[in-house]
T-cell receptor, first 115, second 110 residues
Framework: GAVVSQHPSWVICKSGTSVKIECRSL??????MFWYRQFPKQSLMLMAT?????????EQGVEKDKFLINHASLTLSTLTVTSAHPEDSSFYIC???????????FGQGTRLTVV | QKEVEQDPGPLSVPEGAIVSLNCTYS??????FMWYRQYSRKGPELLMY????GNKEDGRFTAQVDKSSKYISLFIRDSQPSDSATYLC??????????FGTGTSLTVIP
């Protein structure tokens, strides 16, 4: 299967600071990338969908100014959590899909802890 | 009604058992069906991908899709302790977002 690399795998930051998470498709061009948030023992909650070169589409209830998504190239999307607060602590996962395939491939996930 | 329904379990089976995991869905437009395995604190890993109705086999895993009943299944033969994980079903239609089940937690007891 295709490989999606997400970095960092875990991060601890102070309240009020910003954190950037990277998602890279290593062996395919990802025209679409998805960002999810997952709470313990719950399923994936879609935060936003990003298409290369255009603005991300955010799901209802997700703050655009807090969760900045950039999909500047066909292999890289970034999620920046701005002015992080303890309630932003969660597991964030990206997935990517190429135009030639219907299935999506996931990154390893990033565990964010805001203290 | 949720787009995708999946029994969260937990499901506990002895090693060597056949495991059956299922999802139902409401949107008849779904064409692509996937099963992902997720270990604790890791991203989901694609196990099986099926287009439209039918069966697909890969080693100990068999995926079945019955579009007339809006029902998909994943069977695991000769289950192993390493199969202990959460299994997520997912589905989509072309160019659209993915819809996930809540995941079924499986434990295979040695």
């Amino acid at each position: 299967g295709a490989v999606v690399s997400q970095h960092p795998s875990w991060v601890i930051c102070k309240s009020g600071t910003s954190v950037k998470i990277e998602c890279r498709s290593l062996d395919f061009q990802a025209t679409t990338m998805f960002w999810y948030r997952q709470f313990p023992k719950q399923s994936l909650m879609l935060m936003a969908t990003s298409n290369e070169g255009s603005k991300a589409t955010y799901e209802q209830g997700v703050e655009k100014d807090k969760f900045l998504i950039n999909h500047a190239s066909l292999t890289l999307s970034t999620l920046t959590v701005t002015s992080a607060h303890p309630e932003d602590s969660s597991f964030y996962i990206c997935s990517a899909r190429s135009p030639s395939r219907a299935e999506a491939f996931f990154g390893q996930g990033t565990r964010l802890t805001v203290v | 009604q949720k787009e995708v329904e999946q029994d969260p379990g937990p499901l506990s089976v002895p090693e060597g058992a056949i495991v059956s995991l299922n999802c139902t869905y409401s949107n008849s437009a779904f064409q692509y069906f996937m099963w992902y395995r997720q270990y604790s604190r890791k991203g989901p890993e694609l196990l099986m991908y099926t287009y439209s109705s039918g069966n697909k086999e890969d080693g100990r895993f068999t995926a079945q899709v019955d579009k007339s009943s809006k029902y998909i299944s994943l069977f695991i033969r000769d289950s192993q302790p390493s199969d202990s994980a959460t299994y997520l079903c997912a589905m989509t239609r072309e160019g659209n977002q993915f819809y996930f089940g809540t995941g079924t937690s499986l434990t295979v007891i040695p």
